[in-house]
């Protein structure tokens, strides 16, 4: 604490030589008189009006000299930081070129009082900003509240449609972001209405220890496969938050409301690239009978996965992953899941999957190699698909996008579909798939005979065309 009073005389002393200077106040700790061992110097600046901020950081670097271990400073913005002695203390500098350009922390609602406190104002301009600073700002708890379940429940949708996207940093941003939104419902609640842009010591102050453990496995993940779980703990943590509140507050939204809408997001969200084939052809294929999919396997562990394959009564999964792919035991299926499900095996390419996810510039020539190596697969999967039985197919391969993708415009091509739906069908998997990929691939096929001439030579007759096309058309349209 000694060092930062000595720090803080010595920012005072520079403002006193430096011309350009107006007023130099404190903020934060040393403002409100509670700065401890701890704590970094707040410095709010008032430059004169002809004073670029470039000139201020340097003129106040220069006057610490070789103390200065690192600074950062943006050219032309009105903040900076320096750290300085051995303590790496930290010097936090905001400037102005007029009093009002700090009235966002005078008559910040956010910070308690005194926000601003005058160290140095050579010709007394900052009184009244000074004076507003000193004032206690009344909050309304209730509006806080709402206000943050509203933010919250926009994170939450956002990091859940990122997850469906199988785009893991978006995904780990948003949560944050909610969960962020979260902790400063806590914060409300059981502490006090300021300091909610980052509450301070928050599990420590706030919470049990078995509620910090709790907190804890709230944390963020990168990594997909635990989202669902991850977003389950998440919004049951949310609830209760909001429960508590309801119990102090008057909060706008009922609580069986908000509860409905984040199970429906992670209803809707729980699998990510698994739609129907039929969704992309307007109608002309019947829906039910094909799904494509990435792998099922990563959601073995989910009720909602059982529930879906009885809903849509499927009853054979072919799998376009290499055998390399699925050593884990994670990217198994459990024997109990497939009781009622044929499981086949039908790779569509080599190990370990290093054609199968092939850069946007050459995927649509690796989508047409794999597709020429892979033909004897191809047609097989083709005639499983087209059996006559009751029941759907799921193919999938890792991530649902490039071999399910070509796969399935192959399918496509051989039912005469348009090629407009063909590249349709493969943009809605999204994760970064060319749409360039895979009208080069349909036009690469085309330009050779077309797909069923490449399936000629693996004993794929016109019959089995036909077939396909009755399994899959709707009755009386294409054909």
């Known amino acids: 604490m000694r060092h930062l009073a000595q720090l803080a005389g010595e920012v005072q002393a520079w403002g006193k030589s430096e011309p350009r200077v107006r007023a130099v106040l404190w903020?934060?700790?040393?403002?409100r008189g509670d700065a401890n061992a701890h704590s970094d110097l707040d410095v709010a600046l008032v430059h004169a009006?002809?004073?670029?901020?470039?000139?201020?950081?340097?003129?106040?670097?220069?006057?610490?000299?070789?103390?200065?271990?690192?600074?950062t400073h943006l050219d032309g913005r009105p903040e900076a930081t320096l750290w300085v002695d051995a303590a790496l203390t930290k010097i936090d500098i905001h400037m102005a070129a007029a009093p009002e350009g700090l009235a966002w922390l005078a008559d910040s609602p956010d910070i308690a009082p005194p926000r601003l406190v005058a160290a140095l104002d050579k010709d007394g301009s900052c009184a009244n900003l000074v004076e507003r600073a000193a004032a206690h700002i009344p909050r309304e708890p209730s509006a806080l509240a709402d206000q943050e379940i509203e933010k919250f429940v926009v994170g939450f949708e956002a990091c859940s449609a990122a997850h469906c996207r199988s785009d893991g940093y978006q995904f780990y941003f948003h949560y944050n972001l909610a969960l962020h939104r979260l902790a400063r419902l806590v914060e409300l609640c059981r502490g006090q209405a300021v300091?909610?842009?980052?509450?301070k010591l928050l599990l420590s102050r706030r919470m049990s220890l078995p509620e910090q453990v709790r907190w804890r496995e709230l944390h963020g993940t990168l990594y997909l496969p635990e989202a669902n779980a991850a977003k389950r703990r998440l919004a049951d943590a949310f609830i209760g938050t909001v429960k508590e509140i309801a119990g102090r507050y008057k909060v706008a939204r009922p609580l069986n409301e908000l509860r409905a809408f984040l199970d429906d997001i992670i209803a809707r969200?729980?699998?990510?690239?698994?739609?129907?084939f039929a969704d992309a052809y307007d109608g002309a294929v019947r829906p039910g009978r094909l799904f494509r999919a990435s792998s099922l396997a990563r959601w073995k562990d989910e009720p909602a996965l059982r529930r879906w394959l009885a809903d849509r009564a499927v009853r054979q999964i072919i799998d376009f992953r290499h055998p390399a792919e699925m050593t884990d035991p994670k990217d198994q299926y459990q024997e109990d899941l497939l009781r009622d499900i044929r499981y086949v095996s039908l790779p569509l390419s080599g190990a370990p999957r290093k054609d199968a996810i092939p850069p946007p510039a050459t995927a649509g020539e690796t989508y047409f190699r794999l597709f020429s190596r892979q033909l004897v697969n191809v047609t097989a999967a083709l005639r499983l698909i087209a059996e006559e039985r009751e029941g759907a197919t799921v193919v999938h391969c890792h991530v649902g996008k490039d071999r399910t993708g070509w796969f399935c415009a192959i399918v496509a091509l051989?039912?005469?579909?348009?090629?407009?739906?063909?590249?349709?069908?493969?943009?809605?998997?999204?994760?970064?798939?060319?749409?360039?990929?895979?009208r080069h691939f349909i036009v690469t096929v085309?330009?050779?005979?077309g797909a069923a001439a490449f399936l000629r030579n693996t004993g794929y007759s016109e019959e089995d065309q036909r077939r396909l096309a009755r399994r899959l058309f709707v009755e009386g349209g294409a054909s």
């Open 269 to 276: 969200d729980l699998f990510f690239n698994v739609r129907d």
């Open 49 to 71: 009006l002809d004073t670029l901020p470039d000139a201020v950081v340097t003129s106040i670097a220069a006057w610490f000299g070789v103390r200065v271990r690192c600074r």
């Open 27 to 31: 903020y934060g700790s040393m403002a």
């Open 446 to 449: 085309r330009s050779r005979g």
């Open 414 to 438: 051989l039912l005469g579909m348009p090629d407009e739906q063909v590249a349709h069908d493969y943009m809605l998997s999204g994760q970064g798939v060319s749409e360039e990929a895979i």
């Open 195 to 199: 300091y909610q842009f980052l509450p």
